[in-house]
């Protein structure tokens, strides 16, 4: 009996071990990746990412990302950047004026990262939880001098040939003031299209077929409401855009309501959105560590609310003390986590343009830049 129970203590033993060199062998990347993930948690200061922590007992799927840099957020125009510049800069590589979607600052078009990852055969795809047709998403895709010209950013949808997006505002594709219907336009060019009514999980999607799922026909549900796609959506998202391109994918994963809980001033609503950016982080980060051929960044625009936890602050749900110095956002700087293949060229001290020129170096979307800054 001994003997045998030790026999067996012999192969579990040998069995951990070679369990063991697997993880060591596959934390070991290609050079370069085949997709890449870009999710930006729009207002995500420190102090939100630190509030979220806390509030989840000291844990975060984030600290998974070994490669920390920060970014320098200006705008163009002001040092205090808004989510249509910030978001231009990582999809272009160039600063403007707060307000413009990914035009110059004399409202020239500049081609954006998914563009360019389309026009070299990459699957391209997008979710948020605001309208889809809100500056961040928006900035990938449209070129508009103003980001409030929500009708013409989704007539500028059409223009691409991007393979998915999931996100509200479904009204400024059918419910607009030309009387069009882009949703028949949509259909035209070969998307399936669904909305909230019909779950994630029962759509079964041709392979020739792209796809356009609003999840509300105005703006997306706060967390603490009901809304609870983010992850689902994330993860939904990945899986499809892997067998759509030989090539590899590029995808925007946006937490788009951290920004609207630091505006509102409101500790809970902030942390609630930070825990669902951070719950789709994981899941992210899951999909990036089996595949071993994704990179996986994850930044913020800016900073919103001035947002600090204040002392009397406590570990736990509900125990964060904030204190916030604005309603509006902050000049300071953000962090950058990257994981993958290609993650070390994101750590360091830079532009948040550099963003997009170390993205669409790893992509060979560009010639190689010798010091990106
Ligand atoms: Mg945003
Ligand atoms: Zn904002």
Not at 135 to 149: E, G, K, V
Not at 162 to 190: A, K, P, W
Not at 273 to 299: N, P, Q, S, Y
Request: charge should be negative.
């Amino acid at each position: 009996m001994l003997r045998i129970s030790l026999l067996i203590s012999i192969l579990v033993l040998g069995a951990c071990k070679s369990g063991l060199e697997q993880t060591q062998a596959s934390s070991k990347f290609p050079k370069k990746p085949k997709n890449v993930i870009l999710m930006i948690g729009d207002g995500m200061g420190l102090s939100q990412i630190t509030a979220g922590m806390y509030s989840n007992n000291n844990r975060l799927n984030l600290e998974r990302c070994k490669t920390v840099g920060l970014i320098k957020t200006h705008s163009a125009s002001d040092l205090k950047t808004d989510s249509a510049a910030g978001a231009t800069a990582f999809a272009t590589g160039k600063k403007t004026y707060n307000g413009a979607i990914s035009v110059d600052v004399d409202t020239i078009p500049i081609p954006t990262i998914l563009e360019m990852a389309e026009a070299k055969g990459y699957a391209t795809g997008m979710v948020a939880t605001a309208e889809i047709v809100h500056a961040t998403p928006a900035c990938f895709i449209a070129h508009q001098a103003n980001r409030n010209w929500y009708e013409e950013i989704a007539f500028d949808f059409l223009k691409t040939d991007i393979d998915l997006f999931i996100g509200g505002g479904q009204r400024y594709f059918d419910q607009r003031r030309d009387g069009t219907d882009l949703l028949f336009s949509l259909v035209e060019n070969g998307y399936s299209l669904y909305n909230f009514k019909t779950p994630l999980d029962e759509l079964r999607i041709p392979l020739h077929k792209k796809l356009a799922y609003f999840t509300a026909i105005d703006k997306p549900l706060t967390k603490t409401l009901g809304r609870n796609y983010l992850s689902e959506a994330s993860t939904f998202s990945a899986e499809f855009l892997s067998k759509r391109s030989e090539k590899g994918f590029f995808m925007m994963i946006e937490g788009s309501q951290i920004d609207w809980g630091s505006h509102a001033n409101n500790t809970d609503y902030i942390v609630e959105e930070m825990l669902d950016f951070d719950e789709t982080i994981g899941k992210i980060l899951d999909f990036a560590e089996a595949d071993r051929h994704t990179l996986v960044i994850i930044t913020a625009d800016h900073e919103t609310g001035g947002f600090a936890l204040n002392p009397g602050s406590e570990m736990g749900p509900g125990k964060i003390k904030g204190a916030f110095t604005t309603g509006s956002h902050t000049c300071t700087m953000v962090p950058v986590f990257a994981y993958g293949p290609g993650a070390e060229a994101f750590s360091g001290i830079y532009e948040n343009t550099a963003i997009f020129d170390k993205m669409a170096n790893a992509m060979g979307l560009i010639d190689k830049k010798e010091d990106i800054r």
